[in-house]
């Protein structure tokens, strides 16, 4: 499987997490508080292949990425709605949704890792801070592309050995 393939296999995963918790029919209060981390003393976790999915679809972010709130909330809107992992998907401030909240998170989980051991994927669970700061750390790491000449070098003429 390509990755291109894993990541669909990945956003057909999250229409399936977004159906469960549309049938929970948690409230949601728009307050942001699921993207202010510190404030509200939480962090959201998400695995390598999540990660890979939210970066490839998500919006430019500033570094580095503080553990505190998520770069991609903008005036308590989430810019990377489409492509957010797990954990944005189940997480609720309604009380009433936290034990079905935890329970639709497991199940998906555990459906993350067997998608990750099916395609030989090593897994991984880390903060989004983390995986942000390493994404732009990477970045920052690889050479520039070499620029071709401008010109071929003059062909050579001649006997080529093949020995």
């Known amino acids: 499987m390509s990755q291109a393939e894993l990541h669909q296999a990945i956003r057909a995963l999250y229409a399936e997490v977004d159906a ?8 949601c209060d728009a307050s942001g508080r699921c993207c202010r981390f510190k404030e509200y003393d939480h962090t959201l976790f998400l695995s390598n292949l999540e990660a890979e999915v ?7 972010y500033e570094t ?22 797990l954990g944005c998907r189940v997480y609720f401030c309604d009380p009433t949704y936290q034990e079905t909240s935890h329970a639709i998170t497991e199940t998906f989980l555990r459906k993350l890792k067997a998608l990750a051991d099916a395609h030989g994927r090593a897994w991984r669970y880390a903060p989004l801070h983390v995986f942000l700061n ?15 000449p401008a010109t071929a070098p003059p062909a050579r003429r001649g006997r080529i050995s093949l020995l």
């Open 20 to 27: 469960a918790v549309a049938q929970a029919g948690p409230r």
């Open 54 to 60: 939210l970066l490839a679809s998500a919006p430019a």
């Open 64 to 85: 580095p990425v503080s553990a505190d709130f998520c770069p991609f909330q903008v005036d308590n809107l989430c810019t990377a709605r489409e492509p957010r992992p």
């Open 134 to 148: 390493e994404t732009q750390a990477h970045a920052e790491k690889e050479p520039a592309p070499l620029a071709p």
